[in-house]
Each structure stands twice: as structure tokens, then as C-alpha cells.
């Protein structure tokens, strides 16, 4: 069983939102940083959101940025997306990632099996 397991995704129109989750098993993640990434069919992974420990950083790549929010629980070893004003571009494998630091940018370690999520028009 891998330490990290993704919840959350779907089939969501445009414009709609979903919430991801990521249940952490295993480890703390109170001292590593948390991300997100996606990978679509025919593209490389991407790296979409950081939050650093204490919920003091967070980092989004340009193409969420203002719809996607990243954040965390620590007493529930958990982490999360919340994804708003979805586009048919944001069509992909979503993944989960815990990082062996604090701080983002992030050296993540350990990943998650992913949850897919499609965005129809």
C-alpha cells in the first residue's frame, strides 16, 4: 500500500470545482512540504501547488493560479486542492507528493497512485 492515497476526483463540467484529497499513512508531515502535481495524456507531469510546513508558503504554477487552492491538516495527516472555475485543460492524472523538506520548492519523495479528474464542455 503506497503512503499516500488520493481522493476526490471525477467528471466536473466547466466552470465547476472539485476537491481533491491526500491521505497521508505512515509518516508525519508536519516538517515536509506538500504538492500537487498533474499529468495529462501526451504531457509531462507538472508541478501545480507547494504549501511548506506551517502553512507559511505556497507556491502555484501560472495555469492555476487564482483557481486553485492548496492547503493542509497536519493533526489529520492530510493534505489538499481545492479547484475552482475548472477548464478543459486542467483534464489529467492528478497526484499527491510529500517532499523530505520543509520549504517549497520541494524534493518530493513519495507519491501517490493519482486521482483522475476530466473536465467536459
Known amino acids: 500500500q503506497l503512503p499516500l492515497v488520493e481522493s476526490g476526483g471525477g467528471l466536473v463540467q466547466v466552470g465547476g470545482s472539485l476537491r481533491l484529497s491526500c491521505a497521508v499513512a505512515?509518516?508525519?508531515?508536519?516538517?515536509?512540504?506538500m504538492g500537487w502535481f498533474r499529468q495529462a495524456p501526451g504531457k509531462e507531469r507538472e508541478e501545480i501547488a507547494c504549501i511548506g510546513r506551517g502553512n507559511f508558503t505556497t507556491t502555484y504554477a501560472d495555469s492555476v493560479k487564482g483557481r486553485f487552492t492548496i492547503s493542509r491538516s497536519d493533526r489529520e495527516s492530510m493534505a489538499f486542492l481545492q479547484m475552482n472555475s475548472l477548464e478543459p485543460g486542467d483534464t489529467a492524472l492528478y497526484y499527491c507528493a510529500a517532499s523530505s523538506t520543509s520549504n517549497c520548492p520541494g524534493t518530493f519523495v513519495s507519491w501517490g497512485r493519482g486521482t483522475q479528474v476530466t473536465v467536459t464542455a
Open positions: 505512515g509518516f508525519a508531515i508536519h516538517y515536509r512540504a
